[in-house]
């Protein structure tokens, strides 16, 4: 009877369209308690790290990284249906091993019915510098033929350049924007460059390299609005106390491109005199486009900095939440409301011995009044809208470390955060833990 009262309300809220979620609770329906360790233990040194994940048509969550083999490493993928488990019809029992030849996975980009998986090489590069290398995967994990040359491509936005990618963007028609950084030959300043090409991967449409920057830049993201596609440039050495903008976005059009800075001084909205920003992700909350990343040393702090989507010139702001401190890697708008923004990261947890842990954490922020400002979530979070994280289990004696590296958006108003879960001080493995719990659940209802 009870079960059926549970069943009934449940389907009430749904009904009704609220939301009977605690969004920072683990979700008890996915895997072990709201948590899932992925293995590969190839061999080598065991460090199998996942680097980015997205979320299937149908419901699934496929997750890609680096893993270890004796003597080198490959790129391990996989895939977990929704309730956690390893979807076995998928490679060989849910994991796909495949020899890429990337030194680094930077990202993964979902196409319809495949993806990109895309970072760098020096191993296989053409010209004895690091080169970009791409591969294209079909929904059953193997290779793409038709893309490349049997599935992979390798490429560099300038010959004997030294090449970094940070993302790709996908136009309608199947173009692919490759976008990052080079340190062209005979060089020592990285620029901030793109290049435009067919959807095969074989040959180049455009390209364009910006080189207004005395220091080391690159484009770290990038969003689409309107008929522009902004990046968010990363510069190294730039700090609050200097001149120039500490972050800089550049909106692209289709023919030209276009540039505006925003800046900030001194202690300016609670961000501190002298510290050096590291800008991670863009993402759009109703009218505005943000800049989101964090302080780095001394300490942590997260900031943010916006303009008006309609118009580059207006809504430049700048701030810092000095109560949240994480070392920020993504961050996505809420797909619901449109109004809050996720952000994924890795903080620094006290533990009961008086000694600090690393943990894989998650936070939401919210927009006041449709404005530029951004505050903690407290309907996230009753305590202060501050970031919530989750310890995974580690060998005996072991103090238990994690690392947020990116975050999915599943139904429901669930959030899965992805990174990695280290034990006995070198041992690491996938990890994902999903929040999103029904508060009926939680607040004592039995389900029998």
């Known amino acids: 009877m009870m079960k059926r009262v549970l069943f009934l309300l449940l389907g009430l809220l749904a009904a009704s369209g609220l939301h009977a979620f605690d969004a920072h609770v683990l979700d008890p329906s996915f895997g072990a308690f709201g948590q899932r360790v992925i293995s590969f233990d190839l061999g080598g040194e065991r460090n199998d790290r996942a680097a980015a994940a997205f979320a299937t048509l149908d419901g699934k969550t496929v997750v890609v990284g680096r893993v270890s083999i004796a003597g080198g490493s490959r790129v391990g993928l996989t895939r977990l249906l929704a309730d956690g488990s390893l979807d076995t019809s998928f490679g060989s029992g849910g994991k796909v091993v495949l020899d890429l030849c990337m030194d680094r996975v930077a990202g993964v980009q979902f196409l319809s019915s495949s993806f990109l998986i895309f970072g760098e090489t020096s191993e296989c590069s053409t010209d004895a510098s690091v080169d970009l290398r791409i591969a294209k995967v079909l929904a059953n994990g193997s290779l793409d033929s038709s893309f490349g040359s049997s599935g992979v491509v390798s490429r560099s936005f300038d010959p004997n350049a030294v090449d970094r990618i940070n993302g790709i963007f996908v136009y309608?028609?199947?173009?692919?924007?490759?976008?990052?950084?080079?340190?062209?030959?005979?060089?020592?300043?990285?620029?901030?460059?793109?290049?435009?090409?067919?959807?095969?991967?074989?040959?180049?449409?455009?390209?364009?390299?910006?080189?207004?920057?005395?220091?080391?830049?690159?484009?770290?993201?990038?969003?689409?609005?309107?008929?522009?596609?902004?990046?968010?440039?990363?510069?190294?050495?730039?700090?609050?106390?200097?001149?120039?903008?500490?972050?800089?976005?550049?909106?692209?059009?289709?023919?030209?491109?276009?540039?505006?800075?925003?800046?900030s001084s001194g202690n300016a909205n609670g961000c501190s005199l002298g510290l050096r920003y590291r800008p991670v992700a863009l993402a759009q909350v109703g009218s505005y486009i943000y800049a989101v990343g964090h302080s780095q040393s001394p300490f942590l702090q997260l900031f943010f900095a916006s303009i008006l989507a309609t118009d580059n010139s207006q809504g430049r702001t700048?701030?810092?939440?000095?109560?949240?401190?994480?070392?920020?890697?993504?961050?996505?708008?809420?797909?619901?409301f449109l109004t809050q923004l996720y952000y994924a990261g890795t903080?620094?947890?006290?533990?009961?011995?008086?000694?600090?842990?690393?943990?894989?954490?998650?936070?939401?922020?919210?927009?006041?009044?449709?404005?530029?400002?951004?505050?903690?979530?407290?309907?996230?979070?009753?305590?202060?809208?501050?970031?919530?994280?989750?310890?995974?289990?580690?060998?005996?004696?072991?103090?238990?470390?994690?690392?947020?590296?990116?975050?999915?958006?599943?139904?429901?108003?669930?959030?899965?955060?992805?990174?990695?879960?280290?034990?006995?001080?070198?041992?690491?493995?996938?990890?994902?833990?999903?929040?999103?719990?029904?508060?009926?659940?939680?607040?004592?209802?039995?389900?029998?």
């Open 318 to 336: 700048s701030s810092c939440l000095s109560d949240v401190v994480v070392t920020l890697e993504d961050a996505v708008v809420e797909s619901t």
């Open 172 to 263: 309608s028609d199947g173009r692919l924007l490759l976008y990052g950084g080079v340190i062209p030959q005979g060089q020592s300043v990285e620029r901030p460059t793109f290049e435009i090409i067919p959807g095969n991967g074989v040959g180049t449409l455009s390209s364009f390299t910006e080189t207004d920057f005395a220091e080391n830049a690159s484009y770290r993201s990038a969003l689409f609005s309107g008929s522009k596609l902004y990046f968010l440039v990363e510069r190294a050495g730039t700090t609050l106390a200097t001149s120039g903008a500490f972050q800089t976005l550049t909106g692209l059009s289709m023919s030209a491109p276009i540039g505006f800075a925003s800046t």
């Open 347 to 448: 903080c620094t947890v006290a533990l009961p011995n008086a000694t600090t842990s690393s943990q894989m954490c998650l936070g939401r922020l919210r927009q006041i009044d449709s404005g530029p400002q951004l505050v903690p979530d407290t309907t996230f979070n009753p305590n202060g809208g501050l970031p919530v994280s989750t310890s995974f289990t580690a060998a005996a004696g072991q103090t238990p470390i994690s690392f947020g590296e990116t975050l999915v958006q599943r139904t429901g108003g669930r959030v899965q955060l992805i990174g990695s879960r280290r034990w006995n001080q070198a041992d690491e493995d996938y990890a994902v833990a999903q929040f999103g719990t029904p508060a009926l659940l939680r607040n004592g209802f039995e389900s029998n």
